[in-house]
């Protein structure tokens, strides 16, 4: 019978790793045993799998499903072919190993979302009801305490064996799940992008194979690929990202919900980019594209931000006004025209002026606060003004023209025709 240092490697059981370190080419291990023992062994093997079974189904609440036929045999066929393995191997020690089976059983753990803890307890219960068993045909299979020692050092070798292949299988699952995640993600992002838009149902079958939240806003987020090329953006899950694509950019669920502003600034630290603003999630695109058309004006200087990330809500005149440069230069040629044969610096000096006196009010007071000097210089650049312009600063259409242009010019640095 079995004495207590035997009685300490079964308990030892799986998951401690506790039994000595051996291969389970280590056929010490195996060939100890009397040779005929495999051969007495393999009458009872179905025996002692319905036992095994009983425990697992009853002991672990994620493997007890009695009306599931499909499931019971999967469990059966798991536990024969452990038994069948380790009979062989006491029986040939020489037998190849033989992990498939485990690590499709890891696959099917990964698959059903759970863990690896309820296997690892089903291999320690397995392993406990084949030791009994052992331990209590030891006499009749002509076994002394060191051949029950070997052996039981081997079942704990052995299930060590079961739990890599497991973990192996179990991990190439995860691997392979999220992987098809970001496939399907990238997948959405070409639909959201996509012109014309996607169909809704489309969108909506893929977003929830993706395992993303249909948002009720989204906002593109165009991305200088020079800017951040060392440091990844720190961002939620739930932002879509496209930064192997050849315009790196990102789609961010509801921007204007609590603290997403904030979690934008610190996740984008270190990248220039620029942030669309919010639209219904069938404006995708054309959230992204303004958020480009942000980012270009920022890289030529014409938008600035101290913290490096442009909003275009926070320049969408300026936006407006740049949507067509052709047609805003063609249109300065026309309203600047009157400054055309000054000096440079009367033309800069005039335009500041004029510039100020159309946004902030006529009163010489005013716009001589806003360019910090004497209201007696305002007058004096109102009245060139008015003699180079004439009736048509009296024109509300041409003084919004006027406006464009002039911010345009201020933007820009261009000089007046």
């Known amino acids: 019978m079995p004495t207590k240092e035997h009685t300490r490697v079964a308990a030892t059981g799986f998951g401690g790793r506790k039994a000595r370190s051996h291969d389970l080419s280590d056929q010490r291990l195996w060939g100890s045993a009397p040779a005929d023992v495999a051969r007495l062994l393999r009458p009872g093997l179905s025996e002692v799998a319905d036992q095994v079974i009983d425990e697992i189904t009853v002991r672990i609440p994620e493997y007890s499903r009695p009306a599931d036929e499909i499931y019971i045999k999967a469990i059966r066929l798991a536990v024969d072919e452990a038994l069948r393995q380790f009979v062989d191997r006491i029986e040939n020690p020489s037998r190849p190993w033989e992990p498939d089976v485990f690590r499709t059983i890891g696959r099917g753990e990964a698959n059903e979302g759970r863990n690896l803890d309820p296997l690892q307890t089903a291999m320690r219960l397995g392993a406990r009801v084949a030791w009994r068993r052992l331990t209590e045909q030891s006499e009749n299979l002509g076994l002394t305490p060191q051949h029950l020692y070997d052996l039981g050092e081997a079942i704990f070798v052995y299930l060590d064996q079961l739990a890599d292949a497991a973990a192996e299988g179990f991990d190439e699952a995860r691997a392979r799940a999220a992987g098809e995640i970001e496939r399907r993600r990238h997948r959405l992002m070409d639909l959201l992008l996509s012109q014309p838009p996607a169909s809704p149902e489309a969108i909506v079958d893929l977003a929830k194979a993706a395992g993303w939240r249909l948002p009720k806003t989204v906002a593109g987020v165009a991305l200088d690929e020079r800017s951040g090329a060392y440091r990844p953006p720190s961002l939620p899950p739930d932002v879509l990202s496209g930064l192997d694509r050849p315009n790196p950019c990102l789609i961010v669920p509801d921007p204007n919900g609590p603290g997403q502003a904030q979690t934008l600034e610190v996740g984008l630290r270190g990248w220039k980019a620029a942030v669309g603003p919010a639209v219904p999630l069938s404006a995708a695109a054309t959230s992204l594209r303004w958020a480009r058309e942000a980012l270009e004006l920022s890289r030529r200087g014409v938008l600035t931000e101290e913290r490096g990330l442009v909003r275009c809500s ?82 509300p259409d041409i003084r919004f023209e006027l406006e464009i242009v002039l911010r345009a010019r201020r933007s820009t640095g261009f000089e007046t025709p």
């Open 314 to 395: 926070d320049h969408m005149a300026t936006l407006i006004v740049f949507k067509d440069e052709e047609l805003v230069n063609a249109l300065a040629e026309v309203r600047l025209a009157p400054l055309a044969h000054l000096r440079p610096s009367q033309q800069d000096r005039l335009a500041e002026t004029l510039l100020a006196w159309l946004r902030h009010g006529r009163g010489a007071g005013e716009v001589a606060a806003r360019l910090h000097v004497h209201p007696q210089t305002v007058r004096y650049r109102l009245r060139q003004l008015e003699e180079l312009y004439g009736d048509q600063l009296a024109d």
